[in-house]
């Protein structure tokens, strides 16, 4: 250990990830991590398995895996549970998603037929457009969480676990605004004693899990994790908590186009997304509310990222559209399209037509992986409260109160990069390389 390193506790025995929902996201994490366990399938598009990371300078020729250079659980020590409202179990659930095809679920059918989910926490006034059997019942909201709190220790005991963390994979949920019972962590745990309509189910998972010494990370863009009671609670646990939003298809090429042009300085006057998803999640996001949610966190990447107050030849008037569209027959394969308006040299105009055929699930399987990974990794370094460094992981980055989010995924990249570094005691890489020229 150099001087400047952090100490980082050694990830011994298993992880146990809790994930809730047990939809097509969450199950082809559990299935891929089974496959690729199995040495069925290889982990592309993980950085947590596949990346790697240069250290030094240029010319040391240090650039180790990610895994080789920080301590992260393995795929083999990973425990799943899952919440939902179906009782289905990961192999059904998978099935049904329609995601990875049976050639690939039957190899790993045994350990998928084993994982069943518990009863959810569940209010069809947040997600209005499913209803399921599979769903807890309690006195109010706080006897909801202590539900899940029981869970979480009945898995941790049955699986003797030290660790675990929270991902949330299930439905969006209808946006909330913000609403003074979130200001607090007393008045919030009032508020659920009370039953207070503003806690929406998600916030519940949140709390059972932050109070049970478990990271939390949320992967849709409910805004769950982002109120000030919740902060409050993970810094007074010491727990990392991290979201919102899997930045993985039409937002994840959108903060890859979008710094590219402000680069080269070429002005921007519309950007047009739409999307037609045939999952589930489509069926969910088809209802007002919940798309409400979802638009929100699709929208403010432009904006942060284009500045239009720093650039108001460029940027002040981009006309900028989200539309998704739920259509049944493409399942889980999404396509999308973005036309944008740009011009250049003396304001002619110019267009940009982009057609991304991909596989919503695919896309954010690893991402989950990688989510579960690192905020394993920030607990056991110390790290609580806000992960901005994981930024990169999501379409709304949440952020210390007064800071605004960074969008551009190659700055998201070096600062979780450098974010690893420092926890090794390894020089921050800056790129000034004038050392190079001496
Ligand atoms: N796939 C992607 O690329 C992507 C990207 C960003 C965000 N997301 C978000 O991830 C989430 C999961 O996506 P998906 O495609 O797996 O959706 P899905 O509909 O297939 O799965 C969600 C599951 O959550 C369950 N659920 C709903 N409310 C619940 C609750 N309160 N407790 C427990 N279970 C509950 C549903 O029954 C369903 O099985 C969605 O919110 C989606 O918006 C997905």
Known sequence: ????????????????????????????VVAGAELVRNGFAKPIGSLTQMGTIRLGKRTDDRVPKIKEFVPLAEIKDLVFAAWD??????????????????????????????????KAVFSRDYVKRLDGPNVKQGKNKMDLAEQLMQDIAEFKKANTLDR?????????????????VYERLDVF???????????APS????????????????????VTADI???????????????????????????????????????????????????????????????????????????????????NPDLYSDVYHKVRINYYPPRGDNKESWDNIDIFGWLGYPMQIKVNFLCRDSILAAPIVLDLALFMDLAQRSGMKGIQEWLSFYYKSPMTAPGLYPEHDVFIQLMKLKNTL??????DLITHLGLEYYD
Not at 203 to 220: K, R
């Open 1 to 28: 250990m150099t001087e400047k390193e952090i100490k980082i506790e050694e990830p011994r025995g298993k992880l146990g990830v809790l994930l809730v929902g047990l939809g097509a996201v969450a199950t082809t």
């Open 228 to 310: 000030p009671a919740m902060s409050e609670l993970a810094s007074k646990n010491n727990m990392p908590i991290s979201g919102k939003d899997f930045k993985s298809g039409q937002t994840f090429l959108k903060t890859l186009i979008a710094p590219g042009l402000k680069a080269k300085q070429l002005g921007v006057s519309g950007w047009f997304s739409t999307n037609i998803l045939g999952n589930r999640d489509g069926e969910v996001l088809d209802e007002p509310g919940s798309f409400k949610s979802k638009e929100v966190t699709k929208l403010s990447a432009l904006e942060y990222i284009f500045q239009p107050e720093l």
């Open 189 to 199: 745990e009032k508020a659920m004693k009370e039953n207070h309509p503003a806690i």
């Open 203 to 222: 916030m519940i998972y949140a709390y059972a899990a932050l109070q049970s010494g478990v990271p939390f990370a949320n992967g849709a863009p409910n």
């Open 85 to 118: 409202i179906f009782p289905d179990n990961a192999y059904e659930a998978a099935m049904k998603a329609g995601v990875l095809q049976s050639v690939d679920l039957d190899k790993v059918r045994r350990q998928l037929e084993g994982l069943q989910p518990l």
């Open 164 to 180: 675990m963390v929270m991902v949330w994979c299930a439905s969006t949920e209808v946006y909330q605004s913000p609403d003074p």
């Open 421 to 426: 570094r420092y926890l090794r005691g390894e």
